[in-house]
Nanobody, 120 residues
Framework: QVQLVESGGGLVQAGGSLRLSCAAS????????MGWYRQAPGKQRELVAV???????TYADSGKDRFTASRDNAKNAVYLQMNSLKPEDTGVYYC??????????????WGQGTQVTVSS
């Protein structure tokens, strides 16, 4: 079992910055992908950014050039630096860990979410 705890959300004005953090604990394999997803009111959860344990990152088009995902494998932590925030970035941001051991079924875990609100 894996637990994910997010922090760093809050209220910020448009153009501002926030840094989200997510710490994972439990049975975590060396090769995994951690990332951030968000869900705006009335919308489906969508990808923001993911980063593999090897450091490969993937970003949604909406966050390219504004968001930077990073991770600390020693701490099983992932971060999301968000700059030039826009009102449309508002939503609940969820941390996700995905791992696929060769001897078993793939596993994914979600954090409880942290609210990000960007005012215009």
């Amino acid at each position: 079992q894996v637990q994910l705890v997010e922090s760093g959300g809050g209220l910020v004005q448009a153009g501002g910055s926030l840094r989200l953090s997510c710490a994972a604990s439990g049975v975590i394999f060396s090769f995994n992908t951690m990332g951030w997803y968000r869900q705006a009111p009335g919308k489906q959860r969508e990808l923001v950014a993911v980063i593999s344990s090897g450091g490969t990152t993937t970003y949604a088009d909406s966050g390219k050039d504004r968001f930077t995902a990073s991770r600390d494998n020693a701490k099983n932590a992932v971060y999301l630096q968000m700059n030039s925030l826009k009102p449309e970035d508002t939503g609940v941001y969820y941390c996700r860990l995905y791992q696929a051991p060769t001897w078993g079924a793939p596993q994914q875990y979600w954090g409880q979410g942290t609210q990000v609100t960007v005012s215009s």
